[in-house]
């Protein structure tokens, strides 16, 4: 949910731009794709000195210094962050990390964030086809953060050091208008294709490696009661 100056950008592996009325701007392929990669998250904060410390001191991730902000690094990806208006409601954003490193992940985050529970648990597994397990926290201006495990990722090589390995921005969450609205335009024009689920309320785009996960605006987003 944004309010009329503060903004989301996306920037994928792409060719060319698209853009469409009520949704953030893109940078997509045009001919299909089998494997979608978020390589940058632009937003607006109104306190780029917290946000930056929480990313830094925090989570421990590089922090690099812009023109116009800060840029986060988050293993293959990169958020960028500006000085702005802040939102009107919530962002939300995964980062994939290892299913190996997973219990490593979850002793090292809870040392410093506090974690949502569901169920009793901070441990939240996804839908029977992600095959994925998760932990949730807030960041910087109440922003959704998300340390997502997919078995997809067994493969990959762990870290060598005391921190677990972020491997990218694997999720953006949108807020919208019309969910199903939004599908039609990101699938007909954009040919980014559905991943499992689909609802008036949700679906989810892309693939394991990228993907933006379409809500309704007045949604609560999972495990918080913030939409």
């Known amino acids: 949910r944004t309010n009329q100056t503060g903004f989301i950008w996306l920037e994928v592996t792409a060719q060319e731009s ?8 893109y940078r997509f392929p045009t001919k299909g794709i089998s494997q979608m990669k978020i390589r940058n998250v632009s937003i607006t904060v109104s306190d780029l000195a917290m946000a930056v410390q929480f990313y830094r001191d925090t989570l421990l991730l ?3 210094w812009t023109p116009v902000g800060a840029d986060v690094v988050i293993g293959s990806s990169r958020l960028s962050m500006a000085a702005g208006d802040g939102f009107d409601g919530v962002h939300h954003l995964a980062f994939g990390i290892l299913p190996s490193e997973f219990e490593r992940a979850h002793e090292w985050l809870a040392r410093r964030v506090s974690l949502f529970q569901a169920d009793g648990s901070e441990i939240i597994p ?4 992600w095959n994925s397990r998760s ?6 201006e109440g922003i959704i953060l998300e340390f997502i495990a997919r ?7 762990s870290s060598k050091g005391d921190n677990p390995r ?3 921005i694997s999720e953006v969450g949108l807020g919208v208008e019309d969910v199903l609205d939004a599908v039609a335009t990101l699938s007909e024009e ?3 294709p559905n991943f499992y689920d689909c609802s008036s309320t949700f679906a989810s785009m892309g693939g394991h ?3 933006l996960i379409v809500v309704h605006r007045e949604r609560v987003w999972f495990p918080t009661e913030s939409s």
């Open 62 to 64: 590089p922090v690099e």
């Open 166 to 168: 972020i491997l990218s």
């Open 126 to 129: 996804g839908p029977d086809d």
């Open 151 to 157: 078995a997809a990722d067994t493969c990959t090589d």
């Open 135 to 140: 932990l949730y926290f807030l960041g910087p």
């Open 209 to 211: 490696d990228g993907l």
């Open 18 to 25: 698209s853009n469409f009325n009520g949704m953030p701007q």
């Open 190 to 192: 954009l040919a980014i």
